[in-house]
């Protein structure tokens, strides 16, 4: 038998530290044999015990190597011109990328075959493989930092009364049975590599900044220290009524706190952008990553029905009490807002979801009147008894705002018979009944 090494073959004298490398190697290429007691220029000098060797070899690839690679390696001894060698086949794995324990899963711990030399893997290549093997979904897939402390979500569980013990994260898919932590860990956990930006704007543009801020750790910490942002700048204004006072504080309570929650859960993590925040004098915008699931249309949305992006990330907040089920979140926005004269808006991009949160208390400086729906529909009424009919495009521009809002504008003012549809598509008029 002539042993040449290949990129399928790789020959040992001994056993060395660096035989997992090898394992690791061609667990994550095509797969391959390793033959101890072989010289790299293909001479054989033979092992002298090779029962010992099969053992010392099988605790270090127990030991050292994550995921669990030990059912795809088989282990043979030969004899050839009287010396005992130990032939180790190594078969392409299921659960690539594999790694060493000790470094993690980046370059350091990560190896491929090429050609007959074993080398670090790329960035790129550990996650094609990491998307290859779990699927697209990221909340699902390993995490590339698996060196995760989790004090923040710790206390919040605590809060609930509620175990975060081993048992409990694999339960909740964020930890593996092999103890590989999922995205989902990683972004619970304080090493979490997601943000929020916020900026404070003093009027309704961009053109006079306060404040800007970036918020980091887990998604728990973010959660609280936003909301906790968001708490100081809703101010409470005072109105009477005779001898009575209101307190009406610019936003509901609960809108702010379900956009927030919303930003968090449904965004789309696999994106490095941050979730954006924007505060104006007359309203709050929430942008977040990732539009609208494949299939999901925003009437759908408004209806409550949900196609939720991070499912393991939803029963997390589900468990905990922080969200009451699925698909609730914007009905309760919407509901909010009842009876102030106000309706948040909603847009969807092809990468994008945004809500934006008027203020209850804001007036427009042309009028000094709010904002409110019937104002906006006696203006539009305005218009078309000056014109003769509105365009979808005139309503954007009357009103300032955007087409989705000015298309929901116009559809209610159809269905409430104030005005009526005249032809379809670009060439949609409205007019007066």
């Not at 990129?7 to 997992?20: F, G, Q, R, T, Y």
């Not at 001479?43 to 015990?49: F, L, Y």
């Not at 999901?296 to 029963?315: E, T, W």
């Not at 509901?335 to 991009?349: F, R």
């Amino acid at each position: 038998m002539i042993f040449i090494e290949s990129e399928l073959v790789e020959l040992k004298s001994e056993v060395v530290s660096d035989i997992c490398r090898e394992v690791i190697a061609f667990a994550n290429t095509k797969g391959g044999t390793m033959y101890i007691g072989v010289h790299d220029d293909g001479q054989i000098t033979g092992v002298k015990n090779a029962d010992h060797v099969t053992l010392q070899i099988n605790n270090m690839v127990r030991d050292s190597i994550k995921p669990d690679i030990t059912m795809f390696v088989r282990y043979e001894t030969l004899e050839i011109d009287g010396e005992q060698i130990v032939a180790v086949t190594v078969q392409r794995g299921t659960d690539r990328p594999y790694y060493l324990g000790s470094k993690g899963l980046n370059p350091g711990g990560v190896y491929v075959r090429n050609g007959t030399s074993t080398d670090p893997a790329t960035d790129t290549a550990i996650r094609k493989m990491i998307k290859e093997t779990d699927g697209d979904c990221f909340e699902n897939m390993r995490s590339l930092e698996q060196n995760l402390t989790f004090k923040t979500a710790t206390a919040q569980f605590s809060k609930r009364n509620v175990p975060f013990d081993e048992t409990r994260m694999q339960t909740l898919g964020l930890l593996s049975h092999d103890g590989i932590y999922s995205n989902a860990a990683m972004l619970l956990s304080d090493q979490c590599s997601s943000t929020i930006k916020v900026a404070t704007f003093s009027g309704t543009d961009k053109s006079d900044f306060q404040d800007r801020r970036e918020f980091g750790g887990s998604l728990f910490q973010q959660m609280e220290e936003m909301y906790a942002y968001l708490d100081l700048r809703n101010r409470t204004r005072a109105t009477f009524e005779g001898l009575y006072r209101n307190d009406v504080r610019d936003y509901p309570e609960e809108a702010l706190r379900e956009a927030l929650l919303n930003s968090l859960v449904h965004r789309d993590y696999s994106f490095s952008a941050s979730t954006l925040i924007s505060v104006y004098d007359d309203r709050i915008e929430f942008v977040s990553v990732g539009g609208l699931p494949d299939g999901i249309s925003l009437d759908d949305i408004l209806l409550g029905l949900s196609v939720c992006r991070n499912p393991k990330l939803a029963a997390v907040f589900y468990r905990l009490k922080l969200i009451e089920a699925y698909g609730t979140g914007m009905p309760k926005i919407i509901k909010a807002y009842s009876g102030s004269g106000l309706e948040p808006e909603i847009e969807v991009t092809g990468n994008a979801f945004k809500i934006t949160l008027p203020n209850r208390n804001a007036v427009t400086k042309e009028t000094n009147a709010p904002d409110t729906p019937k104002n906006n529909e006696k203006r539009i009424l305005s218009f078309v008894e000056a014109n003769g009919r509105i365009v979808r495009s005139d309503v954007d521009v009357l009103l300032d705002v955007s087409q989705a809002t000015a298309n929901r504008i116009l559809k209610r003012m159809v269905a409430d018979g104030l005005l009526y549809q005249d032809g379809s598509g670009r060439k949609t008029k409205y007019k007066k009944k």
